[in-house]
């Protein structure tokens, strides 16, 4: 049984850092494109960072590059999500997603929902001005 479970969410002042995690099981995480989204009140769920089993292939949302880093430990079946320099606007529920991708296979730009098929069930980040 394929689950995803997010963690490290919590409340954080604008311009901290924070980390998440997403932790895999019921899969081989190194076949699968992990995918980070998030969801702020009255808006759309948007993706905003994916990475391949080839960790040097990544796509990012714009409002966040530079900010914010995905990572992958295979070993751990365990992605990341660094956030830095956070914005109250980064505040939403912000969830991990996984689908079956090849070493070859490169994102373009940020993840799609409709492009991966496992979700975890998220976690509440918090900015606070």
């Known amino acids: 049984q394929v689950q995803l479970v997010e963690s490290g969410g919590g409340v954080v002042h604008d311009g901290g850092s924070l980390r998440l995690s997403c932790g895999t099981s019921?899969?081989?995480?190194?076949?699968?494109?992990i995918a980070w989204f998030r969801q702020a009140p009255g808006k759309e769920r948007e993706g905003i960072a994916c990475?391949?089993?080839?960790?040097?292939?990544?796509g990012f949302l714009e409002s966040v590059k530079g900010r914010f880093a995905i990572s992958r430990d295979n070993a751990k079946a365990t992605a990341y999500l660094q956030m830095n320099e956070v914005q109250p606007e980064d505040t939403a529920v912000y969830y991990c997603?996984?689908?079956?991708?090849?070493?070859?296979?490169?994102?373009?730009?940020?993840?799609?929902?409709?492009?991966?098929?496992?979700w975890g069930q998220g976690t509440q980040v918090t900015v606070s001005s």
């Open positions: 997603a996984a689908d079956p991708r090849s070493i070859w296979w490169r994102p373009e730009g940020a993840p799609k929902e409709k492009d991966y098929a496992y």
């Open positions: 990475i391949g089993p080839n960790e040097a292939n990544q």
């Open positions: 019921g899969f081989t995480m190194a076949n699968y494109a």
